[in-house]
C-alpha cells in the first residue's frame, strides 16, 4: 500500500500547521525532509518519540518544527505515522507538503487516514463515522454523542445484540443438524425472551436516533398566526434581541424571518410568518402563500392567538391547519383582559401555553411544552446513538428481521426458517459496524470525510 501524506490541520493560517504521513515508507519519507537539530535520523526513533529540527526544502532549512513519529500498529491509521508540525502560514504549510511529496509520499484522499484506521481494524465503521462527526458537529449534545460513539458505545451495544443472536442460532442450528445427539430440547421461551431482548434494543435505538435528530439537526418551526397576534414579538423574545420589526399596523411582518435559536435543548429553525389572512396587497399575499407552504412542511408549528380578542375566522382557519401536526397554541398577551375562547383552543390542541411576549413570559413552559411536544423531554445523550441513516436503516431492516422471527417462532415455523431470518439480522448488524460492509459502502463512507482526517 502507497505511503500517503496531507495537511491534517484546516486551510487557513494558525499556530502551527501539521503535515501527516501515514504508510510503510513515511518514517525514510520524513526524514528525507526533516533534520533533527541533534542531527539523528528519524529512522532510529522509537514510537511515541518527538525530535525538534528544521525541514528541508530544496536542500535548504526553510522552517523549524517539530517530527512526532508512531510506529505500527500503534498508530491511528496501525501504519508507521509521522506528523510532521511547522508554523501555521499556508505557504511553509503547503510548501512541507509538497516536500513530502517530492520525497515519495502520495496525496491522501478524502478520509483516507481513518479509511486505513478502519482496515487495519483500529476502529469499526460507527467509530469511523462518529470522528466526521466530531469534526461537524454543531451543537453540545452533537459532540457529546459523537465522542461516545468513537468511544465505542454504539458497537459496544451492536455487538451484544449481534451475540445474542448467533447465540440463539446456534442453538437453533445445533438442534436442525445433530437431531440425534444429546442436545437438550429448545425451551421456546427462552428463544423468544432472547428474540425480544434483542428487538427491544434496537427498538430503543431507533427511538433514540430519531429524538436525537431532532435534537442534534433542529427543528423547522413556523410561527403562525392573524397579523397583530404578537408573532414577531414571540420570535424577538426567542431570539433574545430585536429581529423583527415589531409594530402595531398589521400586517407588517411582509415575508418568512429565519433564525435558528436553542429553546432549551432543542434547536428551533425559526420562521415568522406574514400574518395568515387574504390580501389584495401582491406582496403581501406572496408572503401568505408562503406562510401557508411553509406551515404545511413545518416539523413544529407554534400557532399564535391573542388573549385580548376574540376567535375569528382565520384564526379557526389556522386550528384547522394545525390538525395532525406538532403544533403548540400560544396564548398571547395574557397581560391583557380576556376576550379570547380558551376552550376552544384547548379542545383542538395537545399542547396550551400562555404567554407575554411583550413582557417575555412564559418562556420556560413553552420550552417545556415543546419538549413533551416533539418527545424529547427524556433524551439521554449519553445512551448510545446510531449516528447516520445509514446506520438507521441496517438497524430498521435487522429489526424487521427479528419481529418476523417472533412471529415466526410464535407460529410454529421450522428452525431452519427461523434461522434464515436471524442470519439476515445479524448480516444487518455485520453491515452496520463494518465487518461486512461492501467496498462501496465503506469508499462512499470515507468519500465524504475532509482531505487529512
Ligand atoms: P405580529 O403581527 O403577529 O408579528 O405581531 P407583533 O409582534 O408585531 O405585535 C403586534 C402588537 O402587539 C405590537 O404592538 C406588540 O407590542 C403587541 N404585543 C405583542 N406581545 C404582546 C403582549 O404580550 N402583551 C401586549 N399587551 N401586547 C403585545
Known amino acids: 500500500m502507497s505511503t500517503i501524506a496531507a495537511i491534517a490541520t484546516g486551510n487557513s493560517v494558525g499556530g502551527i500547521g501539521v503535515i501527516r504521513i501515514s504508510g510503510e515508507q513515511a518514517i525514510q519519507i520524513a526524514d528525507r525532509v526533516f533534520q533533527p537539530m541533534d542531527k539523528s535520523s528519524l529512522c532510529k526513533l522509537k514510537g511515541y518519540r518527538a525530535k525538534y529540527g528544521n525541514v528541508i526544502i530544496n536542500n535548504t532549512p526553510s522552517d523549524n518544527g517539530v517530527a512526532l513519529v508512531f510506529r505500527a500498529p500503534r498508530s491511528y491509521t496501525g501504519e508507521d505515522v509521522v506528523e510532521i508540525s511547522v508554523h501555521g502560514g499556508l505557504l511553509t504549510v503547503q510548501k512541507t507538503l509538497q516536500a513530502v511529496l517530492d520525497a515519495g509520499a502520495v496525496p491522501a484522499q478524502a478520509g483516507e487516514f481513518t479509511k486505513r484506521a478502519f482496515l487495519n481494524g483500529k476502529m469499526d465503521l460507527t467509530q469511523a463515522e462518529s470522528v466526521a462527526q466530531i469534526i461537524s458537529a454543531q451543537g453540545e449534545a452533537a459532540m457529546k454523542a459523537s465522542f461516545n460513539a468513537m468511544q465505542g458505545s454504539l458497537s459496544n451495544k451492536i455487538n451484544a445484540v449481534l451475540q445474542i443472536l448467533l447465540d440463539t442460532s446456534a442453538v437453533m442450528s445445533a438442534w436442525v443438524d445433530y437431531p440425534d445427539e444429546e442436545i437438550p430440547e429448545l425451551e421456546e ?265
Open 189 to 453: 421461551n427462552d428463544l423468544m425472551s432472547s428474540l425480544q431482548k434483542c428487538e427491544g434494543e434496537l427498538d430503543c435505538l431507533l427511538k433514540n436516533y430519531d429524538n436525537g435528530q431532532t435534537i442534534i439537526g433542529g427543528v423547522d418551526t413556523v410561527i403562525a398566526g392573524m397579523p397583530n397576534v404578537g408573532k414577531s414579538s414571540l420570535m424577538n423574545m426567542l431570539v433574545g434581541r430585536d429581529k423583527s420589526i415589531v409594530t402595531h399596523i398589521a400586517g407588517t411582518t411582509r415575508d418568512i424571518v429565519e433564525e435558528s435559536v436553542r429553546l432549551g435543548n432543542i434547536v428551533l429553525h425559526l420562521r415568522d410568518t406574514a400574518g395568515l389572512r387574504q390580501s389584495d396587497d401582491v406582496v403581501e399575499s406572496i408572503g401568505i402563500d408562503k406562510a401557508y407552504k411553509a406551515l404545511d412542511d413545518a416539523q413544529l408549528v407554534l400557532a399564535v392567538f391573542d388573549n385580548g380578542r376574540e376567535l375569528c375566522e382565520r384564526d379557526f382557519d389556522l386550528i384547522e391547519r394545525c390538525k395532525g401536526k406538532n403544533a403548540v397554541a400560544v396564548i398571547n398577551k395574557n397581560d391583557l383582559e380576556q376576550r379570547l375562547d380558551i376552550e376552544k383552543i384547548q379542545n383542538a390542541f395537545n399542547k396550551v401555553v400562555s404567554i407575554s411576549a411583550q413582557n417575555r413570559e412564559g418562556l420556560s413552559e413553552l420550552e417545556s411544552a415543546v419538549e413533551q411536544m416533539l418527545g424529547v423531554s427524556d433524551f439521554d445523550t449519553n445512551a448510545p446513538m446510531l449516528a447516520n441513516s445509514r446506520q438507521r436503516q441496517n438497524c430498521q431492516n435487522a429489526l424487521e428481521c427479528i419481529k418476523q422471527a417472533i412471529d415466526g417462532l410464535s407460529m410454529g415455523v421450522t428452525y431452519d426458517a427461523l434461522n434464515v431470518m436471524i442470519d439476515s439480522a445479524c448480516d444487518e448488524l455485520l453491515s452496520l459496524t463494518g465487518k461486512k460492509a461492501t467496498s462501496e459502502v465503506v469508499n462512499n463512507i470515507f468519500s465524504k470525510f475532509c482531505v487529512g482526517k
